[in-house]
């Protein structure tokens, strides 16, 4: 089944520094990658998420690339502010067929 | 914006007690899941309901847990005989769509075995 290693497990940045988080997957048939931001105590948030069959997305501070040759995909975010600070888990999954397989997450410290 | 429902928030129960979790998918979803947090550790993936049956489960699914629609609204996770390790977070999700896109987690449902 799919496998989904996900690094660091925890990452400290200076407000206003990029955080770049990266995750590999072993499944070459799996085609949908979401990222999620959890914050202490609630429920995974989806933040963004990007397919197969491109490379990059953005939105705003946050963007996502994917390299399916060599099996992974990174989140970045640009200009972290102090409520960027959460737990963030990367997944994987083949669209329409099966359930999400998480990381083991990164907790990103942002310090003001 | 619509929201995926859990009761209770918070459950404490003594080791060997059944505990019912429930959930109100949104209501246009057709996908149902159960999926499990353990303190300070990765979101697992326990069972999929589909059309009134399990569609996919873990191998953490095993006979102590059950699921059910009872009605038209409720989604149910059942563990039979609870053990200390069940402890955990447990998160239902529904999607309109199989397979990851589209998922809305629920709050959560802390489940404490004493």
């Known amino acids: 089944g799919e496998n989904v290693e996900q690094h660091p497990s925890t990452l400290s940045v200076q407000e206003g520094d990029s955080a770049v988080i990266k995750c590999t997957y072993s499944?070459?048939?799996?085609?949908?990658f979401p990222w999620y931001k959890q914050e202490l105590g609630k429920r995974p948030q989806l933040i963004i998420d990007?397919?197969?069959?491109?490379g990059e997305k953005k939105d705003q501070r946050i963007a996502v690339t994917l390299n399916k040759t060599a099996k992974h995909f990174s989140l970045h975010i640009t200009e972290t502010q102090p409520e960027d600070s959460a737990v963030y888990f990367c997944?994987?999954?083949?669209?329409?067929?099966?359930?999400?397989?998480f990381g083991k997450g990164t907790r990103l410290s942002v310090i003001a | 914006e619509p929201e995926v429902t859990q009761t209770p928030s918070h459950q404490v129960t003594q080791m060997g007690q059944e505990v019912i979790l429930r959930c109100v998918p949104i209501?246009?979803?057709?996908?149902f899941y159960w999926y499990r947090q353990i303190l300070g550790q990765k979101v697992e993936f326990l069972v999929s309901?589909?059309?009134?049956?399990?569609?996919?489960k873990s191998e953490i699914f095993d006979d102590q847990f059950s699921v059910e629609r009872p009605d038209g609204s409720n989604f149910t996770l059942k563990i039979r005989s609870t053990k200390l390790e069940d402890s955990a977070m447990y998160f239902c999700?529904?999607?309109?769509?199989?397979?990851?896109?589209?998922?809305?987690f629920g709050s959560g449902t802390r489940l404490t075995v004493v």
């Open positions: 990007i397919r197969s069959n491109v």
């Open positions: 999700a529904s999607s309109e769509v199989r397979g990851g896109v589209g998922y809305t």
């Open positions: 309901f589909y059309n009134n049956e399990i569609s996919e």
């Open positions: 997944a994987a999954s083949k669209q329409g067929n099966t359930p999400l397989v």
């Open positions: 499944d070459s048939a799996s085609n949908y």
């Open positions: 209501s246009n979803h057709l996908y």
